[in-house]
């Protein structure tokens, strides 16, 4: 016959029962993923941790790409000023109105993206409401 874990008895059809260190072994595996299981679970229910670790990332995603547009913007002003000084010492050309128009229009044309802009905007907005919603 077998007993309440269905293992057989020693002697009989030549099966002996499991091994208590292989049982041990296996609870304590067991044991190890549920406790893995319920530490993913728990994570995931964390609202508040998940918010401001995204909050977090977008900070940094803004940050960063506002020092690339802060060094455009640099290297923009340095070339913009060198061709002035190098304007500065030529003589006056009769069409120097039209070149100034056009110089207007190609700046003009070089404006922030629309994007970067929108994505600034929705983190200071993103910034304000969890900043709001710690002080309640």
Do not use: C, H, W
Request: hydrophobic share 45%; net charge positive.
């Amino acid at each position: 016959m077998s007993d309440k874990n269905g293992a057989a008895e020693p002697g009989r059809n030549g099966a002996a029962k499991p091994d208590i260190e292989a049982l041990r072994a296996e609870i304590k595996r067991t044991r190890a993923e549920l406790g893995e299981t319920v530490q993913a679970l728990a994570a995931k229910g964390d609202v508040k941790a998940r918010a401001k670790q995204q909050v977090e990332q977008t900070k940094q995603r803004v940050m960063a790409q506002a020092a690339e547009v802060g060094e455009r913007v640099r290297e923009a002003a340095q070339q913009a000023g060198g061709r002035a000084r190098a304007a500065a010492g030529q003589p006056r050309e009769a069409g120097s109105g039209e070149m100034a128009y056009e110089a207007g229009l190609r700046a003009r044309s070089r404006v922030v993206p629309i994007s970067l802009v929108f994505a600034g905007a929705v983190a200071l907005v993103g910034v304000i409401l969890i900043v709001r919603g710690s002080r309640r």
